[in-house]
Structure formats: C-alpha cells, structure tokens
Nanobody, 123 residues
C-alpha cells in the first residue's frame, strides 16, 4: 500500500554533508512513523533514525547522534535525512521505511521499505 523511493546518495569525502530524501506514494507519510536504516557490505542492517507520525519526536542511533537529523514534510509526503560530518564508517546503502508503530527502532517493526540509495564516504 506504500511505495517509498530514496534519493540523494552519492560519493563524498569525509567531513562532507549529504541530504537524503524519501518520497512516499499510495499513502501519506503522516499515517506512519518513518525511519532510516543502513546496511554496509556483509553487515546487518542497522537502525539510523526515526521520526514519529504523532508528536514529531525523533530518535537516533548512538553512532549518528549529533551528526544526522531526520525531518519530515507531510505536505510533500517526504522524509529527509540530513547527514553532516560524514565518516567512512557511514558508507552503506541507506533505506527509508514506514511503520505503524510510534518510534520503531528494529527492522521487524517496519512494514514498507524503499529500494535504497548508496552513500559512499571516502577518506
């Protein structure tokens, strides 16, 4: 019922910034909590950030706290991930996802996933 498309990934140097976007169709993002996950090669998918559908609260993984900011524009049906001070360890495919839960932080709590966008940070 929900289709998610990420964009904004690319190749950057350590210390640079990127802004990822996730646009939804089929349903408005206001119906869901929206999260970002990432998966590096041969590693498990890990939680990055989530923004709730109700009180507009946010939560971040410790590894990105203070560097990444998640936001949403419900009128545009879009969720963003602003990534600053990027590190080589941030290199991964980044996925956006939608959940009916309030602040889901595990992949099993998400119902819909985008195709992913590659972020590569060189040193």
């Amino acid at each position: 019922q929900v289709q998610l498309v990420e964009s904004g990934g690319g190749l950057v140097q350590a210390g640079d910034s990127l802004r990822l976007s996730c646009t939804a169709s089929g349903r408005t993002v206001s119906d869901y909590s929206m999260g970002w996950f990432r998966q590096a090669p041969e590693k498990e998918r890990e939680f990055v950030a989530v923004i709730s559908w109700s009180l507009v609260s946010t939560h971040y993984a410790d590894s990105v706290q203070g560097r990444f900011t998640i936001s949403r524009d419900n009128a545009k049906n879009t969720v963003y991930l602003q990534m600053n001070s990027l590190k080589p360890e941030d290199t991964a495919v980044y996925f956006c996802a939608a959940s009916s839960d309030y602040e889901p932080m595990t992949e099993y709590e998400y119902d819909y996933w985008g195709q992913g966008t590659q972020v590569t940070v060189s040193s």
